[in-house]
């Protein structure tokens, strides 16, 4: 895009949390004191993102189930949101999902404010939260790191405006543009099909304006556009960046993450979509089912306390000692398994199967293609890359003192 045709766009938040801390009844307080009283009512059709408006500016949400949704959007290689609400609950502190989310933003580069929720209960601990929350990277502002912490309760709606305030400040001091006369695509939110209607899809749009009528694709499922409804379900012609909209017209269901966008005609997007479809049932062919099914009941039945490993490397000569390098680290307490050595780079496939069980990638002398890579980062699959041996070894004993703590 010409920067020069790049305009400011409403930000794209999307609220992750640990479970039961409270990012359904934040989103619902969000809504109901902001989307213009009367309106609530008016919703008969769900939509996975809504718009508030406050001072004038247009925050747009994503209401799908946070993770769910970040995750599939980063699986293939859209970026989810802008920002990242993050809600801890105040007595409960920071827990797995905690830490899995802001591992999540901090790979997708997308800055984190804190919604500290539950304040109003008696048992609540802000101090000893934000104590935790630092430990795991996120400064408060107030003790001269970066990170927003706004105080809330969701239940009570209290401190709802402080947040919209501390999105509007962190959305200010970045770059958020699009170009809405460019490229039309932006990314499905989620989709389903209902009787009568036929498929129904929220969609985001993220550059270009989609319009009724247009032709679009996504993954591998297309329509004409023949309508198309903002948050309020209210009709609507056109749609510009960050706008979410309910469309109907697709041909099939597509999966939420699949990015669309629009095309000439349909003879183009029919080209498309076979193409997809051709690629997929040759990814699906070289997939060795049977094998990945079998690993993953074997390793997920068995105890926390191993180390799986998936080595790959530039030659076959150069897996063996490497093998046996790792084999001698099995005298720890923590069993060293090596699920698979092979010669090759690191594939798609070598993430799926780390991923089903719960495996490290290591690579020696290879290299990790993008495809393998966003995989990696959607399954939280770590890919570790080497070109000395001992570097490789002396890493993975690290980590057995590091689990053994
Ligand atoms: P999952 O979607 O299951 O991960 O949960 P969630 O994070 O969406 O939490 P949810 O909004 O469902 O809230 C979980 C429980 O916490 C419910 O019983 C809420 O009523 C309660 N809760 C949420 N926010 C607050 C709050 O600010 N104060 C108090 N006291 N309770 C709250
Ligand atoms: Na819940
Ligand atoms: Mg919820």
Same mark, same amino acid.
Not at 43 to 70: M, R, S
Not at 122 to 129: A, C, E, K
């Given at each position: 895009?010409? +920067? ?6 409403? +930000? ?16 619902? @307080? ?9 309106? @609530?009512?008016?919703?008969? $059709? ?5 718009? %508030? ?7 747009? #949400? ?5 993770? &769910? ?8 290689? &859209? ?112 989709? $389903? ?45 056109? &749609?510009?960046?960050?706008?979410? %909209? ?41 997939? +060795? ?6 690993? #993953?009941?074997?390793?997920? &039945? ?13 030659? $076959? ?33 070598? %993430? ?54």
């Amino acid at each position: 895009e010409d +920067p020069r045709s790049l305009v400011k766009r409403p +930000p794209v938040v999307t609220i992750l949390g640990h479970v039961d801390h409270g990012k359904t009844t934040l989103l619902d @307080a969000i809504r109901h004191s902001n989307v213009a009283s009367g309106e @609530a009512g008016g919703i008969t $059709q769900h939509i996975g993102a809504y718009q %508030v408006e406050h001072h004038n500016q247009l925050i747009t #949400f994503l209401d799908t189930p946070g993770h &769910a949704a970040f995750t599939a959007m980063r699986a293939r290689g &859209a970026q989810g949101a802008d920002i990242v609400v993050l809600v801890v609950a105040a007595n409960d502190g920071v827990m797995p999902q905690t830490r899995e989310a802001i591992a999540h933003a901090k790979a997708a580069r997308v800055p984190i404010i804190v919604a500290l929720n539950k304040v109003d209960r008696p048992d609540s601990n802000p101090d000893f939260v934000k104590r935790q929350l630092a430990e795991n990277g996120l400064v408060p502002d107030e003790w001269d790191g970066d990170t927003m912490i706004v105080p809330v309760s969701a239940k009570q709606k209290m401190g709802i405006e402080d947040l919209l305030e501390a999105i509007l400040l962190v959305s200010d001091s970045m770059d958020i543009r699009a170009n809405p006369n460019g490229k039309v695509l932006g990314t499905v939110i989620e989709a $389903q099909v209902e009787k009568a209607k036929g498929v129904i899809a929220t969609l985001l749009v993220q550059n270009g304006s989609l319009e009724m009528g247009d032709i679009i694709v996504a993954g591998t499922s297309m329509g004409r556009i023949r309508a198309m409804f903002d948050y309020r379900n209210r009709k609507l012609r056109k &749609a510009g960046p960050s706008m979410p %909209v309910l469309v109907m017209g697709l041909s099939d269901v597509p999966a939420a993450g699949d990015i669309f966008q629009v095309y000439k005609n349909d003879r183009e997007a029919r080209a498309v979509v076979e193409e997809r479809k051709t690629q997929a049932q040759n990814r699906q062919a070289a997939v +060795p089912k049977a094998t990945l099914e079998q690993l #993953f009941e074997r390793y997920q &039945a068995g105890e926390t306390r191993e180390l799986c490993l998936l080595l790959k490397a530039d030659v $076959q000569g150069s897996l063996e000692p490497i093998v046996s390098e790792l084999k001698d680290l099995n005298k720890s307490e923590i069993k060293v398994t090596i699920l698979q050595a092979e010669a090759g780079n690191v594939s798609e496939n070598d %993430v799926m199967l780390a991923a089903a069980s719960k495996a490290i990638v290591l690579g020696f002398n290879v290299t990790a293609d993008t495809a393998a890579r966003r995989l990696a980062e959607a399954e939280g699959v770590s890919i570790r890359l080497y070109d000395i041996i001992y570097r490789l070894t002396e890493d993975i004993e690290k980590a057995l003192k590091g689990m053994l703590e």
